[in-house]
């Protein structure tokens, strides 16, 4: 079953929203486009509730600051795509009916979640276990943030054996793709 996962293509990360990823718009009519090769559509959303822990306001700090909570360093961001709000919704345009499972991530208060897999405390998301259900073992990974999210998942996608592709032009960066690109090539994906 040839199967897509769209990560985090949702309107904060648009440009004008409040993370915004450079071309991130781009991408809603070529993810279109691309899913009429796929039996299987699965996407991620960053799903925060207020006051996460990964949000710059929650600590009184800037965007760009970091915390340390528990061991772990977290990068601080703008509030973004916060539970049920339009910001964390898809891009209306984006066609959304093939969509079969949408997995939410980032949704505990303490715990930030750059994987659709699993959080930062290594808590499942139910991903993998919805893909061992529906018998998936290669998935093509497309979306943002190439050099955040879409690398996380990608790197524990390799560690999780699954064969993993990831679409380049289907792809954005916070700060450019290309170093992630490798990083996640040198993980044993396949960058097509
Ligand atoms: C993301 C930063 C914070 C992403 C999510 O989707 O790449 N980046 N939350
Ligand atoms: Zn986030």
């Given at each position: 079953?040839?199967?897509?996962?769209?990560v985090?293509?949702?309107?904060?990360?648009?440009?004008?929203?409040?993370?915004p990823?450079?071309?991130?718009?781009?991408?809603?009519?070529?993810?279109?486009?691309?899913?009429?090769?796929?039996?299987?559509?699965?996407?991620?959303?960053?799903?925060h509730?207020?006051?996460?822990?990964?949000?710059?306001?929650?600590?009184?700090?800037?965007?760009?600051?970091?915390?340390?909570?528990?061991?772990v360093?977290?990068?601080?961001?703008?509030?973004?795509?916060?539970?049920?709000?339009?910001?964390?919704?898809?891009?209306?345009?984006?066609?959304?009916?093939?969509?079969?499972?949408?997995?939410?991530?980032?949704?505990?208060?303490?715990v930030?979640?750059?994987?659709?897999?699993?959080?930062?405390?290594?808590?499942?998301?139910?991903?993998?276990?919805?893909?061992?259900?529906?018998?998936?073992?290669?998935?093509?990974?497309?979306?943002?943030?190439?050099?955040?999210?879409?690398?996380?998942?990608?790197?524990?996608?390799c560690?999780?054996?699954?064969?993993?592709?990831?679409?380049?032009?289907?792809?954005?960066?916070?700060?450019?793709?290309?170093?992630a690109?490798?990083?996640?090539?040198?993980?044993?994906?396949?960058?097509?």
């Amino acid at each position: 079953m040839k199967t897509l996962l769209i990560v985090d293509l949702q309107q904060d990360f648009m440009p004008g929203g409040a993370l915004p990823v450079p071309e991130a718009n781009v991408l809603i009519a070529v993810i279109n486009d691309l899913q009429k090769d796929f039996d299987l559509v699965i996407a991620s959303q960053d799903w925060h509730p207020p006051h996460h822990i990964s949000f710059a306001s929650t600590h009184h700090k800037k965007p760009g600051d970091w915390i340390e909570h528990k061991g772990v360093r977290y990068q601080l961001w703008p509030d973004h795509c916060i539970q049920g709000t339009l910001g964390a919704a898809f891009p209306s345009q984006l066609y959304t009916k093939k969509i079969k499972k949408i997995i939410h991530k980032g949704v505990h208060p303490q715990v930030e979640s750059y994987s659709a897999f699993f959080d930062a405390q290594h808590a499942s998301t139910g991903l993998f276990e919805y893909l061992k259900t529906e018998g998936v073992t290669e998935i093509f990974v497309v979306g943002v943030a190439t050099d955040y999210c879409v690398k996380a998942t990608v790197l524990d996608a390799c560690s999780l054996s699954l064969k993993t592709n990831v679409i380049r032009q289907a792809c954005r960066g916070l700060d450019g793709s290309e170093q992630a690109f490798k990083q996640m090539e040198a993980a044993g994906a396949y960058i097509c």
